[in-house]
């Protein structure tokens, strides 16, 4: 009865309760920041005395911020390609091989999501420091890369896993060559794996910033950086009108996500 | 009179727009066990859940010795349920498991002791008390399922379905359990199952659902020799149904004709004459004749014979081109083969006309 | 010709197999050398600094394990992580639990909201906490308003802004695997708990709880360990004074340029870390390989 919505009696206004307040909780700071971003008070007061969009227009406008944009995007871009290949590489090449130590390799390859970001983002900055990779793009790249990847590749493994693999054998038994066979067969049974992979990682890279802080020059940041670096001084509106931006970037890539989704069931 | 045991009075429920039981109202004895038959969605949970108290009733009333159930809180109706799924508490050993509702009532520790002790006995699992339930096969679990619902002597226990999910040969196995702990305890048992076999094997009276609502309730012998409908003669046993028009009716037998003008009597409930109905008849009810002598049965022509051991299973094609079922013991079939004419008959109390 | 075919058809199948066995390390060697070269070679460098600068030895940890500061940067990062363990956990189990038995309609717009947020920019959010909680921030007003205080409270720079921050964060990581969890638990489950004379708080503690606890402990540890690294929220809503561990790393290194000191504060954090993950991996089965190991 404790499971059942309708059976609880009393509990499930307690219940109600809690989760309207949760719901409310994490509602609150993001609607918030949208409504401030179109207000007109430099001070932040709320609820703001009138509406504008100069905020925007700052943003838009002033260079600085348009390159850290330009940056973001690029360097995600560049991020997703590369995660959705080796990913899809190491899960192909995880789910279709058996020896010793495999499990451990695996686990290799998820380290980088379970470890402080900070760690990494120290250690990879004083190894670049020697290359004179930082300030440099591929230095966001790489740094990006390596957090993105294991969401990667567990996406695509997990597809690769539900994609039967005696089709490969028919395939092959047809006549096709191995790599036609991973081309016409494989790659579209696992499609959608590799959709979801994409947008993890595009949208990791997009948000990173730990990693990004020690990455960034003065002459190289992406957006995120920026933000840090500009709410360490004061808390400007523009900061809201470009957190605000971020926030509909994201929302419009999980509506894609999950009209994807949705696609895939029909 | 005194009242009866359990009452369910005018039940109904409906979701949204969904009925899912209407005007169900059944009594049933102490001691009695009682199951609800039905095709799937027939409303069998529903009515039990109610009972158990897990669903209220959009209407109705149900009551214990006199005294309604609606009111009383699930967990203090003080009924034993057996679910289709394995419900036993996966954390907790065997014994825990039918421990639970006698720690929950608080009971001394050397009565629940004993009591584990004696109901593991009952279903024959006492050696399996230190057990967790994932180590114990299917029939294993719903054994320590039932001594759980009996561990707090219930005076009702309910059953959903709960040999569905085993093989066949267990649950024959478990069936013959059920009427041995039946017979020892006298609980009262209600128990759901959409399989006529199993329902005939155990039930001292079977209720057929239908669509929400309860076609007929009586022993299995009265609903397979005197089916109150086409619907409970379909479900319960096997049965030939011939198209007929009532001419006739007459103190609870009808006089009826067949397409081909041959006329024929038969047990029926009020008919309007003219009206079309349906004659029923059980394969083993029937018999065939190999001369085509006789003016009172009915000319067919033999399709199949099958040889099954005790019997003769045959197929025979009417006047009309339907195909009828019939059994017979295997002597009487001599003189028959497959396509010679024969003559079907039986006795005009086998016949049921229904609309 | 069913015997022609067969006798083809075999071998290629076999073939196949053998050498999809090589072709399959092959296709990781990319992976396994960016992993290498990039996260393995400069992370155990750091570490390695711990014990080598400025001279070999051991004198960094025992600087970070002798002095004030350090310890009080501990405290407080394992401090903020247990609370806000403890208070997401409060909070984040009624929500798992509702989420989990919500009809469809109501649960997909919770589980719109948790996702959201839970993607939502970690900037922006921290951001509008900043904002939220500052002295003259919507919150002091609207509790000043309701009469429930005079003054307004200090909510930022300390550690209670860190941990309100850090509870909105980690709020959905426990909710969403903890409500997978509870959908796995059959319902009848409980309602033969209720047929059994079990009231809802013997319900709750006997049955519901216990089968939960994998859920919750594992849900519990990954808070606390992504709470004990966390640097971006405690960095912005803590202030100088109240520092975390993350925070202390960073400082180290781009402020102070003490490698050795931040080595072995990274080595510390690594180790609890990965410490508590193998408890997880060991004794919760969430190593149950979530990957195409067959
Ligand atoms: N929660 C619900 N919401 C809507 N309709 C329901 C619900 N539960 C049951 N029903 C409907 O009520 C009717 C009766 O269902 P019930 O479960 O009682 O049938 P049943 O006889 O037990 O069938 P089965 O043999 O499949 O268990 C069905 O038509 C079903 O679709
Ligand atoms: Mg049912």
Redesign the interface.
């Known amino acids: 009865?404790?499971?059942?919505?309708d059976?609880?009696?009393g509990?499930r206004w307690?219940?109600?309760a809690?989760?309207s307040a949760?719901?409310l909780?994490?509602?609150?700071?993001?609607v918030?920041?949208a409504a401030?971003s179109f207000g007109d008070s430099q001070?932040?007061?709320?609820p703001p005395p009138g509406w504008t969009t100069q905020w925007y227009q700052q943003l838009l406008t002033d260079p600085v911020w348009v390159n850290a944009l330009l940056t973001s995007a690029k360097v995600a871009v560049m991020v997703t390609l590369l995660s959705v290949v080796?990913?899809l590489?190491?899960?192909?090449?995880?789910?279709?091989?058996?020896?010793f130590g495999?499990?451990a390799?695996?686990a290799?390859?998820l380290?980088?999501m379970?470890?402080?970001?900070?760690?990494?983002?120290?250690?990879?900055?004083?190894?670049f420091l020697k290359l004179g990779l930082t300030g440099t793009l591929t230095g966001f790249v790489?740094g990006h890369?390596?957090i993105a990847?294991p969401f990667s590749?567990?996406t695509i493994?997990?597809s690769?896993?539900s994609f039967d693999s005696a089709l490969e054998?028919a395939a092959?038994?047809c006549g096709a060559g191995?790599l036609e066979v991973k081309w016409r067969v494989t790659l579209p049974a696992i499609r959608l794996g590799l959709f979801a992979a994409a947008i993890f990682s595009f949208?990791i890279s997009?948000?990173e910033?730990?990693l990004s802080?020690?990455m960034a020059s003065p002459t190289l940041q992406t957006l995120?950086v920026l933000?840090?670096s500009t709410?360490?001084q004061d808390?400007t509106p523009v900061?809201?009108s470009a957190?605000?931006l971020?926030?509909a970037f994201?929302?419009l890539?999980?509506l894609l996500a999950s009209f994807l989704k949705k696609g895939s069931r029909q | 009179m005194t009242t009866p045991f359990l009452q369910i009075r005018g039940l109904r429920k409906t979701y949204d727009q969904v009925v899912a039981i209407d005007q169900v109202s059944l009594d049933i004895k102490q001691g009695e066990f009682m199951t609800f038959l039905g095709p799937s969605g027939s409303g069998k949970s529903t009515t039990l859940y109610i009972v158990a108290g897990f669903q209220e009733p959009t209407e109705g009333q149900v009551l214990l010795n006199g005294k309604s159930l609606l009111d009383v809180a699930p967990n203090k109706r003080n009924i034993g349920m057996v679910f289709q799924r394995y419900t036993l508490f996966p954390h907790l050993t065997v014994g825990e498991n039918v421990a639970f509702p006698l720690r929950v009532r608080r009971r001394p520790e050397s009565e629940v002791k004993a009591k584990v002790a004696k109901m593991l006995e009952l279903v024959h699992l006492a050696e399996y008390r230190d057990r967790l339930p994932g180590q114990l096969s299917g029939g294993q679990q719903q054994r320590v399922a039932i001594a759980r619902a009996l561990a707090y002597d219930p005076p009702l226990l309910l059953m959903d379905e709960p040999l569905s999910a085993l093989d066949k040969k267990l649950r024959e196995e478990i069936q013959f359990e059920l009427r041995r702990i039946h017979q020892e305890t006298g609980v009262t048992i209600l128990y759901v199952t959409h399989d006529q076999e199993e329902a005939l094997r155990l039930s001292d009276r079977i209720a057929v659902f239908s669509q929400g609502r309860i076609e007929q309730v009586g022993t299995g012998e009265e609903l397979y020799e005197h089916p109150s409908s086409r619907f409970v003669a379909g479900f319960i046993g096997n049965s030939n149904f011939l198209p007929v028009k009532v001419e006739q009716m007459g103190g609870g037998r009808a006089r009826a004709i067949f397409p081909n003008g041959q006329a024929v009597e038969g047990d029926a409930r009020a008919f309007a004459a003219g009206s079309e109905g349906t004659l029923m008849v059980r394969p083993e009810k029937m018999r065939i004749r190999p001369h085509a002598a006789s003016a009172r049965g009915l000319a067919v022509t033999v399709r199949d014979m099958t040889y099954l051991g005790d019997s003769m299973h045959f197929a025979v094609q009417t006047p009309w081109e339907q195909e009828l079922a019939v059994r017979m013991a295997v002597g009487d079939g001599q003189g028959l083969c497959i396509g010679s004419s024969a003559v079907l008959e039986w006795d005009a109390q086998h016949g049921h006309v229904f609309a | 010709m069913p015997t022609a075919l067969s006798s083809v058809a075999v071998p290629a199948r076999r073939r196949f197999r053998l050498s999809a066995e090589t072709r399959g390390i092959k296709l990781m060697l990319p992976v396994l050398l960016l992993l290498v070269l990039c996260f393995l070679v400069p992370v155990i460098t750091l570490l390695l600094r711990s014990v080598m600068e400025p001279t070999p030895g051991w004198q960094n940890y025992a600087e970070l394990l002798g002095s004030q500061t350090y310890v009080r940067v501990f405290f407080n990062t394992f401090m903020v992580a247990g609370v806000v363990t403890l208070i997401t956990l409060l909070v984040g189990f009624p929500t798992a639990w509702l989420l989990a038995i919500l009809p469809q309609r109501w649960s997909r717009l919770m589980f719109a909201v948790l996702l959201l947020s839970m993607w939502t920019n970690l900037l922006a959010r921290t951001y509008a906490w900043m904002v939220l909680l500052q002295q003259t921030g919507l919150i002091n007003r609207v509790l000043m308003a309701l009469g429930v205080i005079d003054q307004p409270l200090a909510l930022v720079n300390n550690l209670v802004g860190v941990t309100i921050g850090m509870t909105y964060i980690m709020l959905p990581f426990l909710v969403l695997p903890l409500h997978a969890t509870l959908r796995a638990i059959d319902p009848s489950t409980l309602r033969a708990a209720a047929v059994c004379g079990a009231s809802r708080w013997q319900s709750l503690r006997l049955v519901l709880l216990p089968l939960a606890l994998p859920g919750i402990a594992s849900g519990a540890l990954m808070v606390f360990v992504m709470s004990l690294g966390y640097y971006v929220t405690p960095a912005l809503l803590g202030g100088t004074s109240y520092m975390m561990l993350a925070e202390l790393i960073a400082q180290l290194v781009q402020s102070l340029l003490n490698w050795g000191l931040a080595g072995a504060a990274a080595f510390v954090l690594l180790v609890v870390t990965l410490g508590l993950y193998a408890v997880q991996l060991r004794y919760l089965g969430a190593g149950r390989s979530e990957m195409g190991g067959r």
Request: charged residues 10%.
């Open positions: 009865m404790l499971l059942d919505y059976r609880l009696g509990w307690g219940l109600v809690i989760g949760v719901m909780f994490l509602l609150l700071p993001i918030f920041i401030l001070w932040l007061v709320f080796l990913g590489l190491a899960a192909l090449g995880l789910a279709r091989s058996r020896f495999k499990s390799l695996q290799f390859f380290t980088p379970v470890l402080p970001v900070v760690v990494l983002a120290v250690a990879l900055y004083a190894f790489i890369l390596i990847l590749i567990i493994g997990n690769l896993q054998d092959m038994i191995p949208l997009w948000d910033v730990v802080i020690f995120p933000i840090w709410l360490r808390l900061i809201a957190s605000t971020l926030v994201t929302v890539l999980m």
